[in-house]
């Protein structure tokens, strides 16, 4: 065991003639430091110790709740992966650019990142609005960590220039070097090592190339349903399995209009509604959507041509329900103040609204 840890494996003599009493020592010395606990034998007969503070959720010990299993990044990739081949649709050019702004999404949920608290960005279209960093724990995520480190250390920049470079879209040689690249392989090496898929070997003619077929079927048959749920409700309430099954995570609300609205932007939303609903079901589901993209892409949320219904009409009672119960999760988050963090993730869902594909 490494010696920074304070502990060692070396037997001290019992009766060393120069060992203080230890009813001497002043009975404050241990008072900040860690408690330890025997933990598992190993062979030998000896245990290794450990600090319980390290079993806590990451995210509880941050105060953010629970993080849940997947990020919205992996969810987007997951529903527009192949489950037996392994691999995305070679036709889908949108999903590289939905998920740089996926990554701003979720750093925002992680409360990383807010809109410079600036009276006059009002004045500026949500895209050109500045964005900072104003957590920079890193977050245990590789892309995230990445995505946060090149915010803090730039100019502050709004969140449609940081998913074009993010994404590569510049001819500015002196920022080329914020593309953030590999991003699909590095989610999908990430999800093999939490067990949601596997690496296999296949063969395409002239080379052979990585793929990563579905491991946990059930985990994403379960991801399907919550996007089919909340795309096909009946009811202004909004349905259980359209919510993540984990507790305690936060946003549960949000992260699920995230993951329909990002699943829609990455051209993947057809892949989980094809496999339950019939054509028309679809086309109803789709204009859903839509219709809450348009509502969640104002700030606050449901505000602007939206509020005023000339924006959508497709489910409105169930839309007008989802931007309550969102605005809600934002009042307990802040009790009540301006949250610029939930601001990023407008404008983000505004920038993936106004894409040409989906224009």
Known sequence: MSSSTGLSRRRVPTSAPDTPDRAAQPAD???NTPTFHAGTAL??????AYDPRDLL???????????????IMEEVLLLGLKDKQGYLSFWNDNISYALRGCILIELALRRR????RDPARRRFPLPDRLIEVIDERQTGET??????KMIKTSEKMGVGSWVDLMSGETWNVMKIGFQLKQVRERLAKGLVDKGVLRT??????LFDMATHPVADVALKADLSLR????????????PPNALAKEEGVRYRITRSVCLVCAAHAANVLENPLSERLGYEQREDATARCEDIMAAFSQWPFGSGDWATGRVGSNGRDQVVELVKEARKEIGEATEGGEDLCFE????????????????
């Not at 062979?43 to 290794?48: C, E, F, L, P």
């Not at 296999?200 to 003619?205: A, C, P, T």
């Open 344 to 359: 990023i993730i407008a404008t983000v869902l505004d920038v993936f609204l106004k894409m040409d594909s989906l224009i």
């Open 57 to 71: 959720d990451e995210g509880d010990s941050r105060g953010e709740g629970k993080l849940p299993k997947l990020t």
């Open 43 to 48: 062979a030998g007969g000896s245990k290794v």
């Open 29 to 31: 010395v241990t008072h």
């Open 143 to 148: 892309l995230l960590d990445e995505a946060l």
């Open 113 to 116: 990142i807010a809109m410079v």
């Open 227 to 238: 996007v089919v749920s909340l795309l096909t409700s009946r009811t202004a309430a909004i």
């Open 200 to 205: 296999e070997k296949r063969n395409f003619l």
